[in-house]
Nanobody
């Protein structure tokens, strides 16, 4: 499965962006799409994940601000990011993998399919 992330940009603190992750094929019920981010000088970290059956998972610092959704017709998963903060600045990546259990969704090394990153910059 090929994945393509898009939607990044420059936004002021408190603003919003919606990232898209387009998959090359239908997102089945056991396919997990994960969002990760990497800021300069920092390790890649888990942001959120969506399973085709509808399950979601968020890192604590984005829960309540970020929301996952899906467009089945377009094989896309969206990450709506509201109330953005400067510490959200990073390159955001989407990744996909079949058959991950919930406790593994945050483990970047378990995903085989990665899209290119999209830059999100939160700055006044």
């Amino acid at each position: 499965v090929q994945l393509q992330a898009s939607g990044g940009g420059l936004v002021q603190p408190g603003g919003s962006l919606r990232l898209s992750c387009a998959a090359s094929e239908y997102i089945s019920s056991n396919f997990v799409v994960g969002w990760f981010r990497q800021a300069p000088g920092k390790d890649r970290e888990f942001v959120a994940a969506y399973r085709g059956s509808g399950g979601t998972r968020y890192r604590d610092s984005v829960r309540g601000r970020f929301t996952l959704s899906r467009d089945s017709a377009k094989n896309s998963v969206f990450l709506q990011m509201n109330s953005l903060q400067e510490e959200d600045t990073a390159v955001y990546y989407c990744a996909g993998q079949y058959g991950l259990i919930w406790s593994s969704w945050a483990s970047a090394n378990l995903y085989d399919n990665w899209g290119q990153g999209t830059q999100v910059t939160v700055s006044s």
